[in-house]
T-cell receptor, first 109, second 114 residues
Framework: GQNIDQPTEMTATEGAIVQINCTYQ??????LFWYQQHAGEAPTFLSY??LDGLEEKGRFSSFLSRSKGYSYLLLKELQMKDSASYLC??????????WGAGTKLIIKP | NAGVTQTPKFRVLKTGQSMTLLCAQD?????MYWYRQDPGMGLRLIHY???????AKGEVPDGYNVSRLKKQNFLLGLESAAPSQTSVYFC?????????????FGPGTRLTVL
């Protein structure tokens, strides 16, 4: 079957660095997406990886290892506004997104 | 440019009632999707459309119907609502010229079925 696993909740301190891990199993693979979702709001796109390696975009970076079925989202210089849920989604062979349940990130001052 | 909009934002139904959720996008996107989001679970695809006049079933289609009569609109219908359909419903759209195309989400409809 198809499955996405990510931690339910993480806590970090303002100004610090946090890494949110995601493992996936899909029928075929056409890329890995990360979305941010603030409470009560819609998910918004953060990053996309289809090749192995690290993609950096400002304070956020995303890494992919296709052989391990593994990705992580790295958030640097954490700010209070980064408190949100982070959704990992893998695109399968039919170009459908398979979504994880999301990681709720709590930032403490 | 409003992006993706959804109507209504909130709704309370009684078991057995029917309703239609409206999604509209002004980005000229070909692909549109309806998801539901429940606590502790990932977004689950209900139905989707790859263009005007087409619809297809997703992961959890039972109890729902959809129509895409105009390219910019995607309607989700509940013919006889059940408490199990209490959820937050998100509509999304994308152009899908390549597999990297991002899905853009509407603000969601919070539905409670009593």
């Amino acid at each position: 079957g198809q499955n996405i696993d990510q931690p339910t909740e993480m806590t970090a301190t303002e100004g610090a660095i946090v890494q949110i891990n995601c493992t996936y199993q899909t029928s075929g693979f056409n890329g890995l997406f990360w979305y941010q979702q603030h409470a009560g709001e819609a998910p918004t796109f953060l990053s996309y990886n289809v090749l192995d390696g690290l993609e950096e975009k400002g304070r956020f970076s995303s890494f992919l290892s296709r052989s391990k079925g593994y990705s992580y989202l790295l958030l640097k210089e954490l700010q209070m506004k980064d408190s949100a849920s982070y959704l990992c989604a893998a695109m399968d062979s039919n170009y459908q997104l398979i979504w994880g349940a999301g990681t709720k990130l709590i930032i403490k001052p | 440019n409003a992006g993706v909009t959804q109507t209504p934002k909130f709704r309370v139904l009684k078991t057995g009632q029917s309703m239609t959720l409206l999604c509209a996008q002004d980005m000229n996107h070909e692909y549109m999707y309806w998801y539901r989001q429940d606590p502790g679970m990932g977004l689950r695809l209900i139905h989707y459309s790859v263009g005007e006049g087409t619809t297809a079933k997703g992961e959890v289609p039972d109890g729902y119907n959809v129509s895409r009569l105009k390219k910019q609109n995607f309607l989700l219908g509940l013919e006889s609502a059940a408490p199990s359909q209490t959820s937050v419903y998100f509509c999304a759209s994308c152009q899908r010229e390549t597999s990297t195309d991002t899905q853009y989400f509407g603000p969601g409809t919070r539905l409670t079925v009593l």
